[in-house]
């Protein structure tokens, strides 16, 4: 038979679960709007300048160690944004296809 001791500690691991899970949904949702917006600024440069940016600093974003999105310029008709979402695994945007992988 459970006590209320082991009831309260069942009822603490679940909401530090919770609230973990939480602060990762919260983290993706905002690094794919972050990466969604920094799409745009790409494709705003490419419609103005005709190049995609060599750097997100060419579309004034400061690169630095503290960046959770990355853009790498793969050729002159080509470029991916992407972010980490688990240990190991990224969310990857591909400007040839248009689709999120």
Not at 83 to 91: D, H, I
Request: proline letters at 1%.
């Amino acid at each position: 038979m459970k006590t209320v001791k082991d009831i309260k500690k069942l009822s603490f691991i679940i909401l530090i679960c919770l609230a973990i899970y939480i602060f990762f949904q919260c983290t993706y949702i905002f690094e794919y709007q972050e990466a969604k917006k920094i799409i745009n600024h790409v494709e705003n440069f490419h419609s103005s300048v005709g190049r995609y940016p060599n750097s997100l600093e060419e579309i004034g974003i400061k690169e630095s160690e503290d960046n959770t999105v990355y853009y790498e310029k793969v050729s002159e008709d080509h470029y991916i944004i992407w972010f980490g979402t688990t240990v190991g695994e990224s969310r990857v945007y591909d400007s040839k296809r248009k689709t999120w992988e």
